[in-house]
């Protein structure tokens, strides 16, 4: 079943305001990396958290990695139109599979 | 973009009909994946391989064969195609073992299985 929650499933927002999507897992993650998909396109990797508690900075993104190492988040201060697309998060629990949350679809109104 | 090339880029098949995808690489990366893409499902990962002749089973393997006879190929079976397995099939790569390193999407291929 579908280890690595993500929310919420979509997300509409006036260009300029904030975004953010929350990835939430039942077992604890050994890291989680961060895709973007444009619309019509293939995911393209953001980012990658490991250790607990941590956080790190792309430009107007923010990422984070829960202190117990269950959740992650990626926040986008002032959206662009460039921003649009769907954001996934990648959970590793254990081994070498990743379980990949069901997206955050975001759509930015100019 | 990491060099990754899917074919075909579009298929429509009939039910019970055998479908083979292909991804090919030229950045002589030992891991490769093949994940579907469904609406409210996100990506998961259907087989793996980690070198030639060595592969694994992912989430959603069920109906799904692979093999990797060179370091550069792999290749994606559905024996008898069903109305389930319409998807888009992405493959990755990645350098070394899928833990800690970036996945490189191709472009993916949309199987429509009527």
């Known amino acids: 079943g579908q280890q690595v929650m993500q929310i919420p499933q979509y997300q509409h927002v006036q260009e300029g305001e904030d975004f953010t999507t929350y990835c939430n897992s039942s077992t604890t993650l050994s890291n989680i990396q961060w895709y973007k998909q444009r619309p019509g396109g293939h995911p393209v990797f953001l980012i990658q958290l490991v250790k607990s508690g941590e956080v790190k900075k792309q430009k107007r993104l923010t990422f984070q990695f829960g202190e117990a190492k269950k959740n992650s988040s990626l926040h986008i201060t002032a959206t662009q139109t460039t921003d649009v697309g769907t954001y996934f998060c990648a959970g590793r629990p254990t081994g070498n599979q990743f379980y990949f949350g069901t997206g955050t679809s975001l759509t930015v109104i100019p | 973009d990491a060099g990754i090339t899917q074919s075909p880029r579009h298929k429509v098949t009939e039910t019970g009909t055998p479908v083979t995808l292909r991804c090919h690489q030229t950045?002589?990366?030992?891991?490769m994946y093949w994940y579907r893409q469904d609406p409210g499902h996100g990506l998961r990962l259907i087989h793996y391989?980690?070198?030639?002749?060595d592969t694994d089973k992912g989430e959603v393997s069920d109906g799904y064969s692979v093999s990797r006879s060179k370091t550069e190929d792999f290749l994606l079976t559905l024996e008898s195609a069903t109305s389930s397995q319409t998807s888009v099939y992405f493959c990755?790569?990645?350098?070394w073992g899928q833990g800690n390193q970036p996945q490189h999407f191709g472009d993916g291929t949309r199987l429509s299985i009527l």
């Open positions: 950045e002589n990366h030992r891991y």
């Open positions: 391989s980690y070198g030639v002749k």
């Open positions: 990755a790569i990645s350098e």
